[in-house]
């Protein structure tokens, strides 16, 4: 297969407006910057609504004929009278941003009849770009990368919640690594073979998927639910269920995994 023009166009778009926003994140980061918090749980600072204003102002004067969701933005549904939508979280992994941790990026997805045709994650705080488009390969920094696609190996990270939740088999039989708190860099983390695989608790967004999954299938892998179908997104409600990601080895024993636990 190969990547469309058009395609190649959105994909060169949102890398751009996603390194810029990454190095505008970067002037917030470990500077204190101010905190708020949505539903007295979630975080948000100064630098997510600057980053979300950016990008917004940037991305829908280049293509005013594409939608908008974003996790700063009031979704208004309009996105969905839109053949194609941009799909952001200005930084995915506020909670680590905040405390100074630097596993936090910048996920910027154009999403097509609730397909991902381009993605990119900035990761600023470790000079990593993620990027993938419809029907081209997965790269960090240029480089091609791809999940695991043979050998046995079973390093697993993912909330404590869905880990205590695991059939007690499935547990013993997994290294599992320490929690990596923004979910599009866990499921890039699979992708570039960091990690064998992944569990995604109840209560994702879009914002927090489509890039990576687009990066993660181009690595040979796949973002599943819990019936085995990929995640459709843009659709009216933006949440999600239990996720399962890894390669395709290990697909099939992750979702009769997912079958059996109830969260």
């Known amino acids: 297969m190969q990547v ?111 397909v991902p045709l381009a993605g990119v994650l ?19 920094n240029g480089k091609l990368i791809a999940a695991k696609a043979a050998g046995t190996g079973r390093v697993m990270s993912m909330p404590q919640t869905v880990y205590r939740n695991l059939p007690e088999e499935f547990a013993r039989s997994i290294d599992r690594s320490a929690h990596i708190p923004s979910l599009a860099y866990r499921i890039a983390m699979v992708a570039d073979g960091r990690l064998d695989a992944t569990l995604v608790k109840p209560g994702s967004h879009d914002w927090d998927l489509a890039a990576a999954d687009l990066i993660l299938r181009n690595a040979g892998g796949a973002l599943l639910n819990k019936k085995g179908e990929p995640v459709r997104y843009n659709k009216k409600s933006v949440s999600h269920g239990l996720l399962i990601a890894g390669p395709e080895r290990m697909l099939p024993e992750l979702k009769n995994v997912a079958s059996a636990i109830d969260l």
Not at 32 to 50: C, F, L, M, N, Q
Not at 122 to 140: V, Y
């Open 122 to 140: 900035a990761c600023s705080a470790r000079d990593e770009l993620f990027e993938a488009a419809s029907g081209g390969d997965a790269r960090k």
């Open 4 to 114: 469309n023009d058009d395609v190649k166009a959105d994909l060169a778009l949102i890398r751009e407006a996603a390194e810029q926003a990454g190095r505008m994140a970067m002037g917030y980061f470990r500077k204190d910057p101010d905190v708020w918090y949505k539903d007295g749980r979630s975080p948000v600072t100064e630098a997510d609504i600057a980053v979300n204003t950016f990008l917004r102002e940037t991305l829908t004067e280049a293509r005013p004929d594409y939608g908008w969701l974003s996790e700063e933005t009031e979704d208004d549904h309009s996105r969905r009278h839109h053949e194609r939508t941009f799909v952001v979280d200005p930084i995915d992994g506020t909670r680590a941003f905040v405390n100074g941790e630097d596993v936090w990026c910048v996920s910027i997805a154009v999403v097509d009849a609730g």
